[in-house]
């Protein structure tokens, strides 16, 4: 079946360190894709995003990575902060004639050590 | 606060209990939805509207029973629930049904007793 898969439930990294948290995808037909943040007693928000057409998309301390080669999705953390501490959540989209919804992944809990 | 509102953010009911989960919004989206989220699963997409037409129930039991009256409106309707759907239900909205712009609500954390 179709699945967005996360490699690792949890990640703990220093402070100050990079993080990076991976995503395998199954669906060859998704063309986008969106990293969320999920911290305690909230939803999930939107960190950044990346369609097909493109391999990498930087935001303010973020990277997304996208190999369809491979069909693998990373998420780059520079200089790891506290307040990121938080789940993390990968997702897929197919084109909206295929029926347009988002696919979720397991989710990777990031700890920040200070 | 993300735009999108659910209400109560806590509740516990009896499973012969009546109640119901309220999400809003008011970002001129037109498309709606709700999401269970499990401990250690991931979320799993259970309806959704597009401009107040519901175009999704992903086999959802119908102890769950959703309503959209207008695209800024929807309810969860839940009536002789099972423990195992204590979760953290998630309600967010879009432009329009895909996965793009999506927002999310806080939600609502669900105890079935």
């Known amino acids: 079946g179709e699945s967005v898969g996360l490699h690792l439930p949890t990640l703990s990294v220093q402070e100050g360190d990079n993080s990076i948290i991976n995503c395998a995808y199954s669906n060859s037909a998704s063309d986008y894709f969106i990293w969320y943040k999920q911290e305690s007693g909230k939803g999930p928000q939107f960190i950044i995003d990346i369609r097909s057409n493109m391999d990498k998309r930087q935001g303010q301390r973020v990277t997304v990575l996208l190999n369809k080669t491979v069909k693998h999705l990373s998420l780059q953390i520079a200089a790891t902060q506290p307040g990121d501490s938080a789940v993390y959540f990968c997702?897929?989209?197919?084109?909206?004639?295929?029926?347009?919804?988002?696919?979720f992944g397991q989710g990777t809990e990031l700890s920040v050590k200070p | 606060e993300t735009g999108v509102t659910q209400t109560p953010r806590h509740l516990v009911m009896g499973m012969t209990n009546k109640k119901s989960l309220k999400c809003e919004q008011h970002l001129g989206h037109n498309a709606m939805y709700w999401y269970k989220q499990s401990a250690k699963k991931p979320l799993e997409l259970m309806f959704v509207y597009n401009f107040k037409e519901q175009t999704e129930n992903n086999s959802v039991p119908s102890r769950f029973s959703p309503e959209c009256p207008n695209s800024s409106h929807l309810f969860l309707h839940l009536h002789t629930l099972q423990p195992e759907d204590s979760a953290l239900y998630l309600c967010?909205?879009?432009?329009?049904?895909?996965?793009?712009?999506?927002?999310f609500g806080s939600g609502t954390r669900l105890t079935v007793v």
């Open positions: 967010a909205s879009s432009p329009r049904q895909g996965g793009y712009g999506y927002t």
């Open positions: 997702a897929e989209t197919k084109p909206y004639n295929q029926g347009g919804k988002l696919i």
